[in-house]
């Protein structure tokens, strides 16, 4: 499982889509199947934002990331020798 989201695209899900599916569940009230089906779709925004990978990208062979962009390990990884 590849990574398929650019920087732009995780922090636009993050700061942008999720609180507003969030707004909107709050404004269409608690008790709604709508409501919850916002909530769902802003975890699903913010989880998929966190793991740099989204199923529905790769069911259609998407992806938001530069050709041959490199990740970089974490910085308390050793590096290869």
């Given amino acids: ?3 398929n989201m650019s920087t732009t695209d995780r ?5 942008v889509a999720a609180p507003l599916l ?5 404004l269409v009230g608690p008790t ?9 779709l802003a975890a699903v925004m913010l ?8 199923p529905l990208y790769a069911l259609f062979g998407l992806s938001t990331r530069r050709r041959g962009a490199v990740t970089t390990p974490p910085a ?5 020798s």
């Fill in 1 to 3: 499982m590849g990574q």
């Fill in 11 to 15: 922090v636009l899900r993050t700061f």
């Fill in 22 to 26: 969030v707004l909107a569940g709050v």
């Fill in 32 to 40: 709604a199947v709508l409501s919850w089906v916002c909530y769902l």
């Fill in 47 to 54: 989880g998929t934002s966190a793991i740099t990978w989204c």
């Fill in 76 to 80: 308390d990884s050793p590096s290869p």
